[in-house]
């Protein structure tokens, strides 16, 4: 479920009166809508979508209160969820997800520029920096500090023991015990999610967070994106360097480290102990298996077994790959053996 601390919804909404607004064949319901999730995390009144095939597994177990499926997904909806058929499930999901949560862009800036709401709670210990600014209900652990010029967000959580660098900008995030952040970091901005058609982009609102746990460090200028719907998170002992880009919704294991320039496509999956060469990078939506090693520029496009040691782009066996550059390198000499 989206977390209300950030991002307002006007629900709970009657299902025949929600799709009413966003323009969708309105079902003859008064069921109670309160917010929406993604198929594995949604409940009693929780909407969601499953756009192809890819979503039929999840789909059969979910236990949302409505589905906008594609024809074909159907019949696969639970007896009790109620299907809600269209031919762009994902377009109209976004349309439902505007009436859920109007102008969300607009609101989470609005939300640490307004003044009134809950004041900031501050445990005893904890130093906050000349010009930095806490929003409303945010929280801060005993002994962390926050640096000049910092903004922590509306409703955002810092643990005890942190360092918010000069300047970094907080949103949308719960940090754990003793995370540092390096001055300039961005943690919580939006994802960068379209719906790319001929007509324009439709912008498909970002209503998740960012989850770090106990002892992650990310360096200067580094940003990490917020979910679309759940959470992007950062395991616990995780080292970041600087100039990092890790989009959204994605997974990052216990003791990783990513070294800089590199970056995360959306939804990528790095396991406990991969560790990331400069200026590295993954496609997203795919997996890089515990204790990997993907070396200096290397380019990852599909997934990445546990253990394995991967160079080149598109990246693979770095056996294989250091053989394909030797082989080039005779050719180029004019060695024909």
């Not at 005993?142 to 900008?169: H, K, Q, W």
């Amino acid at each position: 479920m989206i977390d209300t601390r950030f991002h307002h919804c006007i629900g709970p909404l009657a299902l025949s009166q929600l799709c009413e607004r966003a323009g969708l064949t309105a079902p003859d319901t008064d069921r109670r809508i309160i917010g929406a999730s993604e198929l594995e995390d949604a409940g009693e009144g929780s909407i969601s979508f499953a756009a192809s095939e890819a979503y039929r597994k999840r789909l059969s177990m979910t236990r949302a209160a409505a589905v906008i499926v594609s024809p074909q997904l159907a019949e696969a909806v639970p007896a009790s969820t109620i299907p809600l058929v269209a031919d762009d499930p994902y377009a109209a999901f976004i349309d439902i997800l505007n009436v859920l949560y109007p102008n969300d862009t607009f609101n989470v800036a609005a939300n640490s520029a307004r003044s009134g709401g809950p004041a900031p709670r501050i445990e005893e210990g904890a130093l906050i920096g000349t010009g930095a600014v806490l929003g409303a209900g945010c929280e801060i652990g005993s002994g962390t500090v926050i640096g000049a010029n910092a903004v922590i967000g509306a409703g955002v959580t810092v643990g005890r023991d942190c360092v918010i660098g000069a300047g970094a900008v907080v949103e949308c995030v719960h940090l754990g015990n003793g995370v540092v952040l390096q001055p300039g970091v961005t943690i919580g901005a939006e994802g960068f999610g379209f719906q790319m058609g001929r007509e324009g982009h439709k912008k498909i609102p970002q209503l998740g967070r960012v989850i770090i746990q106990d002892r992650v460090e990310i360096g200067a200028n580094s940003t990490v994106d917020r979910g679309t719907l759940g959470d992007t998170t950062i395991g616990e002992g995780s080292k970041i360097d600087n100039l990092v880009q890790v989009g959204h919704n994605c997974r990052i294991g216990r003791n990783c480290v990513i070294s800089g320039m590199s970056g995360l496509a959306g939804s990528t999956v790095l396991e406990d102990g991969v560790v990331m060469g400069a200026n590295s990078g993954a496609r997203g939506h795919l997996t890089i298996g515990a204790g990997s090693v993907v070396l200096a520029r290397a380019g990852v496009t599909h997934d990445i077994p546990p253990g394995a040691t991967v160079g080149g782009a598109p990246a693979q066996d770095v056996r294989v790959w250091k053989r394909e550059i030797a082989a080039i390198r005779r050719l180029a000499k004019g060695d024909k053996t």
